[in-house]
């Protein structure tokens, strides 16, 4: 497989030029099912599968695993400032770094699995719970510049599904397909 299509198997993300209600309803469907499918992907894999890089030079689906956490707990935090705070300058963390402590290497993936479903039951309340016009409130990514948070939903559920077919074709590859 060409490297661009093993980094980005669901191509990078075009942003939506115009949202509503609809497109932010699909997306928060979307993170309601990142956890499960991201379960339901890795079950099946063998602890070899786990040390595998889902491309050359790429991190480990464990390393994937784990780093799914590591932003959405960020993500979390990032969004609930941007509803009590005036457009604050969001956190940002070294994710290439973060990937090389201990905790990456050494931690069975259901740890990460069980913080998500945890996690995201919250994000997902906290969404439902907001009005419209709080989906227009801003943050500042260091990464993306000024956000609305309805663009970061639009991110967000788009950056589970990403990692998920990563992880997807270390198993379609190790079984043939």
Same mark, same amino acid.
């Given at each position: 497989?060409?490297?661009?299509?093993? %980094?980005? *198997?669901?191509? &990078?993300?075009?942003?939506? %030029? =115009?949202?509503?209600?609809? @497109?932010?309803?699909? /997306?928060?469907?979307?993170?309601?099912?990142?956890? #499960?499918?991201?379960?339901?992907?890795?079950?099946?894999?063998?602890?070899?599968?786990l040390r595998m890089p889902y491309r *050359? #030079?790429? /991190?480990?689906?464990?390393?994937?695993? =784990?780093?799914?956490?590591?932003? @959405?707990?960020?993500?979390?935090? &990032?969004?609930?400032?941007?509803?009590?705070?005036?457009?604050?300058?969001?956190?940002?963390?070294?994710?290439?770094?973060?990937?090389?402590?201990?905790?990456?290497? @050494?931690? *069975?993936?259901?740890?990460? +699995?069980?913080?998500?479903?945890?996690? =995201?039951? %919250?994000?997902?309340?906290? +969404? $439902?719970?907001?009005?419209?016009?709080?989906?227009?409130?801003?943050?500042?990514? *260091?990464?993306?510049? +000024?956000?609305?948070? @309805?663009?970061?939903?639009?991110?967000?559920? /788009?950056? #589970?599904?990403? $990692?998920?077919?990563?992880?997807?074709?270390?198993?379609?590859?190790? =079984?043939?397909?």
């Amino acid at each position: 497989m060409e490297l661009d299509t093993l %980094r980005y *198997p669901l191509g &990078r993300l075009v942003p939506a %030029r =115009h949202s509503g209600p609809l @497109d932010r309803e699909r /997306w928060m469907q979307d993170i309601a099912g990142i956890a #499960g499918a991201l379960r339901s992907t890795v079950a099946s894999l063998t602890e070899e599968q786990l040390r595998m890089p889902y491309r *050359p #030079g790429g /991190w480990t689906v464990r390393q994937v695993v =784990h780093h799914l956490a590591d932003s @959405d707990m960020n993500a979390y935090i &990032r969004f609930k400032r941007a509803l009590t705070e005036d457009a604050p300058l969001a956190g940002t963390f070294r994710e290439d770094v973060f990937a090389e402590l201990a905790d990456y290497a @050494d931690t *069975p993936v259901e740890a990460s +699995l069980a913080l998500l479903e945890a996690l =995201h039951a %919250r994000f997902l309340a906290l +969404l $439902h719970g907001m009005a419209d016009e709080q989906f227009k409130r801003t943050f500042t990514s *260091p990464a993306h510049g +000024l956000m609305t948070i @309805d663009q970061a939903v639009e991110r967000f559920a /788009w950056h #589970g599904r990403h $990692h998920i077919a990563q992880i997807a074709q270390i198993a379609n590859r190790s =079984h043939g397909s």
